[in-house]
């Protein structure tokens, strides 16, 4: 079983930054790809980022240029760099964890761009 907490958001202006943190409970990155989702009222869930367990990181296009994902091994944590947020970035961001076997998710941490 994996537990994953993240934290980090909150309310920012256009144009502003956050980094969302993502820890796991366990050492968890050389066997997981770690991702960061959102999902926006009356959206679906969207991949956002996404670190492989050998370092391969890949992006959806509406955050190309602006977000970055990252992790810490020594700490058993995935960051999310964001800058320029857009209010159209404005959703729930999910924390996941996935192999063959198994998915784990965070419970989520709300980011609002708005001014």
């Known amino acids: 079983q994996v537990q994953l907490v993240e934290s980090g958001g909150g309310l920012v202006q256009p144009g502003g930054s956050l980094r969302l943190s993502c820890a796991a409970s366990r050492s968890i990155f050389s066997t997981y790809a770690m991702g960061w989702y959102r999902q926006a009222p009356g959206k679906q869930r969207e991949l956002v980022a996404v670190?492989?367990?050998?370092?391969?990181?890949n992006y959806a296009d509406s955050v190309k240029g602006r977000f970055t994902i990252s992790r810490d091994n020594a700490k058993n944590t995935v960051y999310l760099q964001m800058r320029n947020l857009k209010p159209e970035d404005t959703a729930v961001y999910y924390c996941n964890a996935e192999n063959a076997r198994y998915i784990y998710w965070g419970q989520g941490t709300q980011v609002t761009v708005s001014s």
């Open positions: 670190i492989l367990s050998g370092g391969y990181t």
